[in-house]
């Protein structure tokens, strides 16, 4: 049904574009440990993409590749929050880790799904996003309560993650059938327990404030023009050399 | 073989002691006993080898955000990866022998320490991509294999720990060349224009000629080098270019030939490009210094928060 | 003949991508005065680039979207004083500057070229260029004499951009023959004068020391990384959507 | 029309006799007496003009670097300095109502002076560039037209100057949205994808209602604004919907259609997401704050240097 295939869009999207930022990082990261650990995430992140994307493949016919590099900025279904330019590394690890916090959820809900093969995908996501979330989580700890200075670059980042938290929560069109038909965990109730989650530990443990200011209404359909810089790096040679079936 | 000078301190016995250790291919360990010269030649050695796995994550990084399929960028940032893992090897090892990573990388970015003169090239397609660890990885493990046997234990086991790894990258590279070779005209293309441009940068990675190494002497006697920059050249080449033929690619090298040995000869080496890469004029000296200085100095307050969050636990667990 | 088709590349391809480079400033200039003086250079450049490439089609059949468009970097032929990054406005105006001077002498030495059409275009485009020179010199100068950062700065662009100016002089293979049949200007001569120009303006007018630093022996043919990135951006609307013929 | 209030210093007759001549169609020049409340909101008006146009250099600006094709490239540049162009006129004529063109740029970079709200969405595609040209720069020509008309001299004639250059981009443009529209698909739904997100910023860019215009009153008084947001919004309208229309686009308005007057009748306008972008939450609204605070902070150097010289040379002459 064209919701399941609109879902496996905007799951595949949001890692691609996100494994994609974090991978900038490889070579210039603060510590060569970490080089390691984010480029772990990230080949990660494009493992859970590929495996969405072979399930696309299988119930319509898409080619990962010819997904991931031929399509533009216009037909991307990735929240707004993954394209965000990479920032500095409290930017980076707060992203990563707001959206581990959602993942692990939202996998452990998925693992429950009365579709094998997404709950397949759950199961084997799953344990490595925990991996990530303690990662990410630590790094979001230290550098809240490190120095002065790591604590306000947090805080700002905090700030501007926040208003685009709300979108990775936000349905496609027609997921209340996947839900309904115990395809898919409820967003809502996910959302719910990311609060339970994040909330005291951004506020109590590590002394950070949430910002108030009303996040803007975003739909998956637009995005901000990081996402064209981005994918016209990713796509140059795909598309350069676009008569090359397989590379 | 070069006979070694006593430092102040040491006496005959102690480095006829450790000599005839290594004579009898015995293994020399962090707390062992060596001539200072030795223990400075492998930091020379050792901090240099992790330079050039820290600096070659440059090159081929710059193409991970370009990569031309899923597949592909995955293993490429698996492999910039492994680089960065034998950079921390490497600088473990060389840890060993009482100098601090502070330090090391400190010589690096002030420009003080070498790495390899190949990481000062750059990368201009993605097949360079396989070129790099079809050559580049290809010339680095003929020499990590011969550093696999030497004598400082800390540093062989590293190097045979690299060594699987790299053997994989190279693997790679192969693969990939090879497919590009028998691909469109324009992967053909790319995979001959890459081979135009790293086959001599790749010959001349593994140093100058015997006669113009300055350290090969006592570094042959002490078991570190235990084979010459020509001879491990020519495994190089005699492994390679009968591969880079098969795969129906032109080494640029008008001179080369296969002699009655079964050797293949190369022709003359441009020296002066290689000491001038080596001296700093190399074409991305400047940019790849200036890459690992960025990160370093933005990763400075990342630093000094880690080291805030770790002096201050154990006072908060104390409340 | 081939050397003049090498020759009217190399020429095109040097404006080509140095406007580029110019007119990423337009909107970020330091003063709004300069973001139009220099998007009038950067339209000038481009004008005198579809000059040489109107030129080159019709000897050649070449068109000249497609040759801008559709090479890659190791296609082009530009000097690689064009293509570095544009640095702070020390850098742009010295560049800028370097190449004023050697394109007035260039153009007027063209003036007297037996091909007409060469000569017109030299005609049109030295008028402009005089101009473009009288502008970047006074900030050349500006800057050198103006306070400790900006000669600093200046000194910090000369010591970069002076490695990369003997390429300018470089003839293109088989260029002695288009000297000597009278249809472009000896560069071996031009670049005398430009010595005389240049030198005692930048050490006698404005204080700066000439690098001693050997220049590196550069060809055409190799280009630096950061040609990559400036094609990717430039080529990316042109080439996702090739089948384009007409903007 | 609201009655103004008097400034302390200020007469009735001085009052009478400035709008007597605003009735008879003088124009008020620098020198002459105003009410000081005439002062303060052409100041406004005029800086939040001008600062629209230094800000609008970006969205459009971000393309140049990707224009497709050579002559559109030129023509792009050209159009972006024409608006630094009109930066400038704009300051100047500010200026002659007896502020700096500091005061003024520190006020934009601060965040507390205004500009056009349609400059805080995205250009996402190449055809925005042509759509901008024809939506926006119709909107701010319709506009423009009536300020040309109006009693402050400086601003009327800045006016009729920019008119004329914005006439020209204008019909740019339009030329590129229509071959657009009739060229291949793919470039016929980057045109219609472009009308569909541009259509309604373009419409609000006008201003609210003409209820919901809480400067409007003293304004069309004294002969600033000639007509109200309402009605050049018509004008507008009546103008761009035949045209786009005939261009075969779709206008994103279910509600549109054409009166017995021969009006056109736009659905709700959501002046939510107008008062929301124009407080600040816009998509792009920190990114342009930010993008002009950069370059005036990295220009900050050449500004000095600047000054330095001009006050070093005279001292040199005298030498």
Redesign the interface.
Known sequence: QPALLAKLTALADDLIVLSHRNAEWTGHAPILEEDIALANIAQDQLGHASLYLTLLGELDGTDPDRHAYFRGAREYRNAQMMELPKGDWAFTMLRQYLVDAYEVLWFSGLKESRVTALADIAAKALREKKFHLQHTALWVERLALGTDESHRRMQDALNTLWLYVPQLFQPVEGEEALVAAGLTPDLGEIHGRWDSLVTPFLTDKCGLTLPTEPAPDLSREIHSEDLIYLLAEMQVVAREFRDVREW | MTKPILAPGETQEQLDAFEARIQRGEKIEANDWMPAEYRRQLIRMISQHAHSE?VG??PE??W???????????IL??K??DE??H??YL?HAAETLGISREEMVDALLSGKAKYSSIFNY?????ADIGMIGWLVDGAAIKNQTMLAGCSYGPYSRAMVRICSEETFHHKQGKEMIV?YAQ??P??RAMAQ?ALN?WWWPAMMMLGPHDADSPNSGVLTRWGVKLKSNDEVRQEFINEHVPELLEAGLTIPDPDLYQDENGDWKHGPINWDEFW?VVKG?G??NR?RLE?RN???D?????????E??MN?TPAQAAD
């Open positions: 820290v994550m440059l990084g710059a991970i955000t370009r990569a031309p399929s899923l597949k592909r960028k995955t940032i698996a910039v990866q960065a893992g950079g921390q600088y750059p990368t201009l397609t993605w497919m691909g469109t324009e992967q224009d441009r001038s004029h074409q991305m940019q890459a960025a990160a370093h933005e990763g400075a307050w990342v630093r000094e928060a880690l805030a969050y201050r």
